[in-house]
């Protein structure tokens, strides 16, 4: 199992590589895209202007220093795209067909078509935008398109994850396992992220560029993710809320009868993972997913600084190294990784899954 971790320019690569990371994916939004569609049609679906490499230049040298030190690159291009945009998508394929890639991440039907019709050289990853619920769409990625990972919704339970990646057997799984974590069905969402970014720009980067947020996500940390997001409420945010916009997920009244509905309440608060602003961690699934083949599991955060990107990479390799040399049962290797947590990170595991657990998986666990 390997470690995919962000990256924005040619400067991180190797403190990423040295931290633990053997693959690496980044994005380019070159400045004729932004000009004419701006950050929030970005091509990659990172609509910061923070998370995304501006050179073709630069992409190279992130590949450059990769493959020196024998990483991976990936290539984000994992928006879907309107008619319109072809053409320039088009050239953006030529500028970067030279550039010796491992793989493009891609979401787009169409897209894929013409990947296809132009006999792409790298490898093709279906992004969590292609929306991979089951064996047969994975297949049909690999029969149609020659896909040869598929990036399962970060949507998933930790049980679906570990069971489609046993059924997945004729091609390479990737799971989400770190940062951002989203109630949406990526592929399904039609949200703008890069929204706030234009609308109130030094207010929403100047403290990406001092640290402020990061500042105050970390304080969050000491508290449960309950109180956490109760806190950030009563100060006027929604870090439960999709990508920071202010709305709430509820069961419609007289949708069904009492029963029904808190059990779909219960489902929602014990399947999904809520905190859209706040870096939920699955580090203790590694231990399932290892054993199930997931070849790579993924960090989210382009846009982070590299001392939190460096921090998080090293984070899951102490994990990793820990599960693949010592072979502990579960329940010790759980209490590696909080352990390890409190080191690393800085502050207690509180529960802050990214793949939320019912009390009795827990129980079970460590009994």
């Not at 402020?212 to 993710?225: G, V």
Request: aromatic share 10%.
């Amino acid at each position: 199992m390997k470690i995919l971790s962000p990256a924005r320019g040619p400067a991180e690569i190797l403190p990423l590589i040295e931290a633990g990371a053997e693959e690496l994916y980044v994005g380019v939004l070159a400045s004729d895209w932004r000009k004419k569609y701006t950050n929030i049609a970005s091509i990659n679906r990172r609509e910061w202007s923070s998370s995304n490499i501006e050179s073709y230049e630069d992409l190279e040298e992130v590949v450059r220093i990769a493959h020196e030190h024998k990483a991976r690159v990936f290539l984000a291009l994992n928006a879907l795209y309107t008619k319109p945009q072809y053409e320039q998508l088009l050239e953006h394929l030529d500028r970067i067909r030279a550039v010796p890639l491992d793989a493009l991440i891609v979401a787009d039907l169409g897209l894929l078509l013409t990947l296809k019709e132009m006999k792409w050289p790298t490898e093709i990853h279906i992004s969590t935008g292609g929306t991979t619920f089951n064996s047969e769409t994975a297949r049909f990625y690999h029969e149609e398109f020659g896909a040869e990972r598929i990036v399962l919704p970060r949507h998933h339970t930790a049980d679906e994850i570990v069971h489609l990646a046993k059924t997945i057997d004729f091609m390479e799984v990737e799971a989400f396992i770190f940062n951002a974590g989203c109630k949406n069905i990526d592929g399904f969402c039609t949200y703008q992220h890069g929204t706030n970014e234009i609308l109130h720009k030094g207010s929403w980067q100047l403290p990406k560029k001092f640290g402020i947020d990061q500042a105050f996500f970390k304080s969050l940390r000491a508290l449960t993710p309950q109180m956490a997001v109760k806190f950030t409420r009563a100060l006027g945010g929604s870090p439960d809320s999709a990508c920071l916009l202010n709305y709430d997920i509820a069961i419609a009244k007289g949708s069904g009868n009492k029963e029904e509905e808190e059990a779909a309440i219960k489902w929602l608060e014990s399947t999904f993972n809520v905190y859209s602003g706040l870096d939920p961690c699955g580090a203790c699934d590694l231990y399932r997913f290892h054993r199930a083949g997931v070849v790579s599991v993924k960090i989210v955060g382009r846009e982070n600084p590299l001392w939190k990107k460096e921090r998080d990479v090293r984070f899951l390799r102490g994990c990793l190294d820990h599960l693949v040399e010592k072979r502990p049962s579960q329940g010790d290797y759980e209490k590696f990784c909080r352990e390890h947590y409190r080191k690393v990170i800085g502050s207690n595991c509180l529960d802050w899954c990214y793949y939320p657990r019912t009390g009795s998986q827990r129980e079970k666990v460590t009994t």
